[in-house]
Structure formats: structure tokens, C-alpha cells
């Protein structure tokens, strides 16, 4: 005998397994949407590694793998024998590509062991790559990073450019300002035809 139900929105009657089943899926949805979509894809195909031959895998087993998937992955963290390490989102991306590309031997998983141990070493190459470009920078002196722009012009005061013409003036370097050239739209046309070839014997 089975025990049936019925959905309260749209009237659908139905054995009560089906309705937990949903449940289970909506869950698991849930959860997916808050992976970041760069590894969505990876994910899915991750979960595959979990499902077992000619079955296909229970909602409650996919709902326990995504929330701890998840967790791990928003937390930025891994945390692998005590020890919590940054793990950032390239590191997952890394460590699900190496699992998929050469996913262990013993099928199928039955959690995320594996998948973490590797995330832990990945995470622990970019941090000792990071540590590494630290010391480089600092061996070679470099504070920060190096800008084409040109050094922001300080504004001086007016004390500051009487001294400065003041101590030209007494080494001699300071020139007097030349006169400003003549403005051609003043001269009229006789002064500017003065001198040209032709212009003489001309009446």
C-alpha cells in the first residue's frame, strides 16, 4: 500500500516519495546557484564521478555533495589536517580539471576527500608562487609596481618663483623676455608686398 499526497498549489495527487524527491532537487538547485558560474560546469560533470554505474544519482546524495561543495568553495578556504589554507577560485578551477582529466582509479566517489587534497596542493603551489614573487620584489628593491605616468607636478608658491628668478638674475642666466613678434593681420597690404619680387618698377 502507498501513501499519496497532494500538492496544495496545483492539485497534482501523487505518491508522497515524489514530492521529497522534488524537494530534494529544489534543494539541490539552491544550492548550485550560488557555485560561481565559472565552475558550473565543471560541477556538473564532477557530480557524475559520484553517481553509480547504470543508476542515477539520489537527490538527498546530490543535495549533501553540492551543500558542501558549495560551503567550501563561498568560504575561500580549505581546510586539509588541521590545516586552513587560502582557496581561491582559480585554485578549484585547477583541481577540478585534474580530477576530470584523471579522476582516481576507484569508482565511483563517495565524497569530496579527493577532490579537497587537491585543491589543498594547488592552493599551496599559489601561495608559495605569491610568497616567491614577494621575495623577488623585495631582493630587487621595488616597492610598487611600475607606472609609465609622469610624476604629479607640485604647484609653486610665488616666493618660491621670486627666489628662483632672483637667484637667475644674479648667475646671469636670466634673459630678458623678447618682444612679441608681429601680429600679421595688423600690417596692411603695401607692408606686407615690400620687398617681394616684382614689387619694384611697379607703379
Known amino acids: 500500500m502507498t501513501i499519496r499526497g497532494i500538492c496544495p498549489e496545483c492539485g497534482l495527487s501523487a505518491e508522497l516519495a515524489a514530492f521529497v524527491t522534488q524537494g530534494e532537487h529544489n534543494i539541490a538547485l539552491a544550492a548550485a546557484l550560488e557555485i560561481p558560474a565559472l565552475l558550473g ?116 608658491s610665488t616666493e618660491e618663483v621670486l627666489a628662483e628668478h632672483r637667484r637667475l638674475q644674479g648667475s646671469g642666466k636670466a634673459k630678458a623676455p623678447e618682444a612679441p613678434a608681429p601680429r600679421r593681420g595688423n600690417q596692411t597690404i603695401s607692408k606686407l608686398l615690400e620687398g617681394a619680387p616684382g614689387a619694384e618698377g611697379e607703379s
Open 41 to 156: 560546469p565543471r560541477v556538473v560533470r564532477y557530480l557524475g564521478l559520484h553517481r553509480p554505474p547504470s543508476r542515477a544519482l539520489a537527490g538527498a546524495k546530490a543535495v549533501r555533495l553540492l551543500t558542501e561543495l558549495r560551503d567550501a568553495i563561498v568560504s575561500g578556504e580549505i581546510e586539509r589536517k588541521g590545516v586552513i589554507r587560502p582557496a581561491p577560485i582559480t585554485a578549484w578551477i585547477v583541481a577540478l580539471d585534474k580530477v576530470l582529466e584523471r579522476p582516481p582509479s576507484k569508482l565511483p566517489l563517495s565524497g569530496h576527500g579527493y577532490l579537497f587534497e587537491v585543491v589543498a596542493s594547488e592552493a599551496d603551489r599559489l601561495d608559495a608562487e605569491a610568497e616567491r614573487k614577494r621575495e623577488e620584489a623585495v631582493r630587487s628593491g621595488a616597492k610598487a609596481p611600475a607606472s609609465n605616468a609622469p610624476p604629479a607636478l607640485r604647484e609653486r
